[in-house]
């Protein structure tokens, strides 16, 4: 097992550093995990960029000066802080077309794991009109029974990533964002559905969720089973691009400089996982 820590210095390089797991792990048959704080950015799914409201959804993000990223896996936008973790888990595969339940509800046991040992009550399921809305997700338990992670599946010949975030901290910040977006593409979206760790009273330091994470899927990172690499190795060493960087990752917009005629009103103004390079890839949503 390799575990992969830390964070590439652009949009573009962190997706490649997912894609490179990804591919490893179908070319040498050895699972990899990932656990990280993604750059402050707003992933689009394949669905939202279908919708007559996205290039107005992808201003509201970058006038709140959040990257845009098109992502090839998952359903619906998701958004990510700085005090986000998104984790990524790449298998191989003997047979692509067995185990996907299975992988989903390793997925989901996983988190509840790292959030029970993080003092966390947290139970599957999500409240009706959450942000990236699927049968796989995370809610705190109790009076509080937000969403509080989503995980979706990417499965191509030879390996799957089951990727997803957990929504730490900055609860004001992705509704805010996430409000304006889902609005801009007409899509049901309820505030009161988003939870985070924070909201729950526990620890709101993103490092602890990654650590928890990497417990539940992992093990003990000390194993001589276990092999550490920093996330700039993986790069350099897999040479793998993501899907058209200069096509599929945009930096946020100076807020001053937005045009004032195609600027969304304040009314409508919320994996990251890899994408693997086979033919015989498919997507299964949030």
């Known amino acids: 097992m390799r575990l992969v820590r830390g964070r590439a210095g652009t949009l573009a390089a962190d997706r490649a550093a997912t894609t490179a797991m990804l591919t490893r792990a179908g070319e ?8 990280w704080t993604p750059h402050r950015q707003v992933a689009f799914g394949r669905l939202d960029a279908r919708t007559d409201g996205y290039e107005a959804a992808r201003r509201a993000a970058q006038r709140r000066a959040y990257g845009v990223v098109e992502r090839s896996v998952g359903g619906r ?12 888990h790449a298998l191989p595969l003997a047979d692509p077309r067995r185990g996907l339940t299975e992988r ?49 599946q990417r499965i191509q010949s030879d390996a799957a990533l089951v990727a997803g975030c957990v929504l730490v901290d900055d609860r004001a910040a992705l509704v805010d964002v996430l409000d304006a977006v889902y609005e801009a593409l007409a899509v049901p979206f309820d505030p009161a559905s988003v939870a985070t760790v924070a909201d729950a009273g526990d ?84």
């Open 104 to 152: 989903y509800e390793s997925g989901v046991d996983g988190v509840r794991t790292a959030l029970s040992e993080l003092g966390v009550d947290a139970a599957p399921g999500e409240p009706s009109e959450s942000f990236c809305p699927g049968d796989h997700s995370v809610q705190l338990g109790g009076d509080r029974a937000g969403k509080v992670a989503g995980i979706a």
């Open 203 to 286: 620890p709101t330091d993103p490092a602890a969720v990654c650590r928890a994470l990497e417990r539940a899927f992992v093990g003990d990172p000390a194993d001589e089973r276990v092999r550490v690499e920093a996330v700039a190795e993986l790069v350099t060493a897999a040479d793998v691009e993501p899907i058209d960087p200069d096509a599929a990752d945009v930096e946020p917009t100076d807020p001053d400089a937005a045009d004032p005629k195609t600027a969304d009103s304040d009314a409508a103004d919320p994996e990251t996982a890899g994408s693997g390079s086979a033919s015989t890839d498919v997507d299964h949503e949030l």
């Open 77 to 88: 936008a998701v958004a990510y802080t700085g005090t986000t973790v998104a984790f990524a």
């Open 28 to 35: 040498t048959g050895e699972a990899a995990f990932r656990a």
